[in-house]
């Protein structure tokens, strides 16, 4: 079983920036598409950002585009998001997923299977 471990959330002010990590162990990690998702209160999950196997091919919501990037250490097993000139709309619950396979531009929460925790995101105004 594939296993997620999220880190790095906080409260943070407007305009600031945080990183976001996620740990996996359980299988080969280069097999793995991964992303992140977020969730505010009331709301459903919703894609933020997706990256392919190897890295080459990443995808992002329209609403942080120019804001966020998703890496991948394949070495060390680690998915990062790097949030910049964050808004008090990012506020949400942050989580890791991970599919077995290839990145599709169309997957979104609803297509990856392995999850883990979340960590919390609080941007003030």
């Known amino acids: 079983q594939v296993q997620l471990v999220e880190s790095g959330g906080g409260l943070v002010q407007a305009g600031g920036s945080l990183r976001l990590s996620c740990a996996v162990s359980?299988?080969?990690?280069?097999?793995?598409?991964m992303g992140w998702f977020r969730q505010a209160p009331g709301k459903e999950r919703e894609a933020v950002a997706t990256?392919?196997?190897?890295?080459?091919?990443?995808f992002y919501s329209d609403s942080v585009k120019g804001r966020f990037t998703i890496s991948r250490e394949n070495a060390k097993n680690t998915v990062a998001l790097q949030m910049n000139s964050l808004k008090p709309e990012d506020t949400a619950v942050y989580y890791c997923g991970a599919e077995p396979g290839a990145l599709a531009p169309w997957m979104g929460a609803s297509d990856f299977s392995h999850w883990g925790q979340g960590t919390q995101v609080t941007v003030s105004s």
């Open positions: 359980g299988r080969t990690f280069s097999d793995y598409a």
């Open positions: 990256i392919s196997g190897n890295g080459g091919a990443t």
